[in-house]
């Protein structure tokens, strides 16, 4: 048996985003901004995928801006919305456990001179609206945190921050990295106080390579790509066509019947973190019900090395993550792990196990099984 238990890393394609994709691969590949009928179909895929990812916000047409994923939209939202707005202030805010996509950013926007509050979170991964509170100033033009963290599934309250953020600065942008939230929640940008917003593809089984940036209108953003013009100036470059209908496509899946679907990734978490409380020395690190996301797992076994654990259930047909796949190949401590307080004899020794649409119960149960099998002779391993 296969049990792919890394969803949160990258999802399989849905077989109809798939055929979006080879046909506007094959058949309608022209240029969207070309003025034949060729150019007018490539065109129409990109108006009904952005009439379609829309719709799933209730929010206008216009304030869609389609990027190349999750990471270009955190850099265009923070690096464009920082100097576009640079005359109201110098300073911004973002938390202690961000992706590196954001954390990055950041760590340049300071280079340039910005002034960066990092705040820290609790055990379970969420900030104090308290410090929040206090750390929003006059001069603060922008302040991010992420929706879902990408290690431990925490979900941040993000319209009580926003109306917090507003409160204290009504000219203050907030910016909400929504790449592994956007799917998985009903997101209403207008109502819970969103100014930009994240997403990528294939976190919600569409293609790599693409994603979306919510801009609310009158957001002041400058454009990171010069060029032709495309995206009303905001992105210049032709625009990835099949990425952007396959993209489309997966977003008409996941919110068709979204409470059903929201409901089997949910059981799937459930009775994965029932499970693992059989197994002696694991230590679940994401918590069940609303202040954790339905597809995270985090758990940590004692006395086990994460990635060799990792590898022994790869060859099982067993595949995990060790931590954030976007930084997978710089080894170190995952500063999230840190940030929410684990025991040293844990930060070695923790794995994500994430849920998809084609994940089924007997996996899990294989999984365990597994699991069962392997930790004793691994730890027995490590203490040799």
Avoid: W
């Avoid at 055929?19 to 058949?27: F, G, H, P, R």
């Avoid at 294939?202 to 293609?207: E, L, V």
């Avoid at 990635?307 to 790869?314: P, R, S, T, Y």
């Amino acid at each position: 048996m296969e049990a792919y238990f890394d969803n949160a890393a990258t999802t399989r394609v849905l077989d109809s985003v798939r055929d979006i994709v080879v046909k506007a691969m094959t058949e309608d590949y022209g240029n969207p901004s070309a003025k034949h009928r060729k150019g007018m179909e490539a065109e129409e895929y990109i108006r009904r995928a952005r009439a379609i990812i829309a719709g799933t916000l209730k929010v206008p047409e216009k304030e869609i801006l389609f990027t190349s994923g999750g990471s270009e939209s955190n850099n265009m939202a923070l690096i464009g919305g920082a100097l576009a707005n640079r005359r109201a202030g110098n300073h911004l805010i973002t938390t202690a456990v961000e992706h590196p996509s954001v954390y990055n950013p950041m760590a340049y926007l300071e280079e340039l001179g910005f002034e960066i509050t990092y705040l820290p979170v609790d055990h379970n991964g969420h900030i104090s609206l308290e410090q929040l509170k206090e750390a929003v100033r006059p001069d603060t033009i922008l302040v991010s945190v992420m929706y879902v963290n990408n290690e431990v599934g925490a979900v941040e309250p993000v319209e009580e921050i926003a109306r917090i953020v507003k409160e204290r600065n009504p000219a203050a942008l907030f910016h909400v990295d929504a790449i592994q939230a956007y799917g998985k929640y009903v997101i209403r940008p207008k109502k819970q106080g969103i100014d930009l917003m994240s997403v990528s593809g294939h976190k919600i089984h569409g293609p790599k390579g693409v994603g979306f940036l919510y801009i609310r209108s009158g957001v002041k953003i400058r454009p990171l790509i010069y060029g032709g013009g495309q995206q009303g100036n905001l992105r210049s470059g032709t625009e990835n066509v099949p990425g952007v209908a396959g993209l489309g496509e997966a977003a008409r899946v996941m919110y068709e019947n979204h409470q059903e679907k929201l409901d089997r990734i949910t059981a799937l978490k459930d009775y994965m973190t029932d499970r693992l409380g059989e197994i002696e020395g694991a230590v679940v690190n994401s918590r069940k019900g609303a202040e954790s996301a339905p597809q995270i797992v985090s758990v940590s076994f004692e006395g086990v090395r994460s990635e060799v654990l990792l590898h022994a259930l790869e060859d099982r047909g067993i595949y995990v993550s060790s931590g954030s796949a976007c930084s997978s190949h710089h080894p170190g401590v995952s500063g999230t792990l840190k940030g929410i307080g684990l025991e040293q004899r844990y930060l070695d020794a923790t794995v994500r196990i994430s849920f998809g649409l084609f994940n089924r119960m007997e996996e899990i149960d294989y999984c365990i099984d597994t699991l069962k099998e392997l930790l004793p002779v691994l730890r027995r391993y490590r203490r040799g």
